[in-house]
């Protein structure tokens, strides 16, 4: 497609339940990122995959979260045991390369709502 | 610990007008800065980079400047319209990372 695609756009879930998010980035890019953005507040990075490289986790708040890239393409992000302060806007973005100011796209992100 | 901070109350001014957007940061030494603009219900879109050794850069309205001693960047939109109203976000780059401020939510009024 032409642009990042995020599935699903919204997602309702009971506490402690696990959640799936997808990120289908831009064909080509080798960056791939996960965003976590609280209502009102600002991005907070969570994950970074570049190519084969091994990802940086720094931004991953608690062991419940995990994501997984194959190869240059799918991105899935899983919340385990989901707790209400998981809801937010859950953003992937992906960019040709890695940093050195390579801009980055952006889906529309999931918005994660747990009950 | 890194710390950035944009306006930190929502902007409205006059369409015409110029707005000026700030964003300073602490504790950080960026290799560059990019600002975002985001609309509600959608992810950011980039606007402008500018590098650390870069004084300032212009796109159409838009202008930027990186000021890497007194850890600030100015974003001016100038002859603001109503279709400039979002939320406005900087973001600092590294090597690996890049790391974004709150945003600043801007009204223009007609």
């Known amino acids: 497609g032409a642009g990042v695609s995020q599935s699903p756009s919204n997602k309702v879930t009971e506490k402690g339940k696990d959640v799936e998010l997808r990120c289908d980035p831009i064909?080509?890019?080798?960056?791939l990122y996960w965003y976590r953005q609280r209502l009102g507040q600002g991005l907070e990075f969570l994950i970074y995959?570049?190519?084969?490289?091994?990802?940086?986790k720094s931004g991953l708040p608690s062991d419940r979260f995990s994501a997984e890239r194959t190869g240059e393409s799918v991105s899935t992000l899983t919340i385990q045991r989901t707790q209400q302060e998981d809801s937010a806007v859950y953003l992937c973005?992906?960019?040709?390369?890695?940093?050195?100011?390579?801009?980055?796209?952006f889906g529309s992100g999931t918005q994660l709502s747990v009950l | 610990s890194q710390k950035i901070e944009q306006n930190s109350e929502a902007l409205n001014i006059q369409e015409g007008k110029t707005a000026t957007l700030t964003c300073n940061y602490t504790n950080y030494s960026p290799a560059y800065l990019q600002w975002y603009r985001q609309d509600p219900g959608r992810g950011p879109v980039f606007l402008l980079l500018?590098?650390?050794?870069?004084k300032e850069k212009r796109k159409e309205r838009l202008k930027v400047t990186f000021d890497t001693t007194l850890k600030q960047s100015l974003f001016h939109i100038t002859a603001s319209q109503p279709a400039d109203s979002a939320t406005y976000l900087c973001a600092l780059g590294s090597a690996r990372q890049l790391t974004f401020g709150s945003g600043t939510q801007l009204t223009v009024l007609p």
């Open positions: 995959f570049q190519g084969n490289s091994a990802p940086d």
């Open positions: 973005a992906s960019s040709r390369g890695q940093g050195n100011g390579e801009k980055l796209f």
């Open positions: 500018i590098r650390e050794n870069e």
């Open positions: 064909s080509g890019h080798t960056a």
